[in-house]
């Protein structure tokens, strides 16, 4: 069983960039694939980006892709979401979740653990 902690949400302007990370306790989280989702209000939760446990395989939704890069330091237990060029639309709380032994998937359902998320706010 792994627990996960995000961090790194706030607001930003327009253009700006954030800096996401995952943070799990356990061991064995280089054998957990990570995922990120964001849910706006009114809105159903989305997809964002994603890494396989070994790291080999990555996804991105394609409203981020070129902008948001996922990656993952197995030392420290953590996974990042850089976000770049950011838009007022990525305005979202955004969740990262995980799966062992398991490749980078885009749906919910993938995914048994999930940390609680962490507010991000751009501004136009």
């Known amino acids: 069983q792994v627990q996960l902690v995000e961090s790194g949400g706030g607001l930003v302007q327009a253009g700006g960039s954030l800096r996401l990370s995952c943070a799990a306790s356990?061991?064995?989280?280089?054998?957990?694939?990570v995922g990120w989702f964001r849910q706006a209000p009114g809105k159903e939760r989305e997809f964002v980006a994603a890494?396989?446990?070994?790291?080999?395989?990555?996804s991105y939704a394609d409203p981020v892709k070129g902008r948001f890069t996922i990656s993952r330091d197995n030392a420290k237990n953590t996974v990042y979401l850089q976000m770049n060029s950011m838009k007022p639309e990525d305005t979202a709380v955004y969740c990262c979740?995980?799966?062992?032994?398991?490749?980078?998937?885009?749906?919910?359902?993938?995914?048994?653990?999930w940390g609680q998320g962490t507010q991000v706010t751009v501004s136009s």
């Open positions: 979740a995980a799966n062992q032994w398991s490749g980078a998937g885009t749906t919910t359902r993938q995914y048994a653990y």
């Open positions: 356990g061991r064995s989280f280089s054998s957990y694939a």
């Open positions: 890494i396989s446990w070994s790291g080999g395989s990555i």
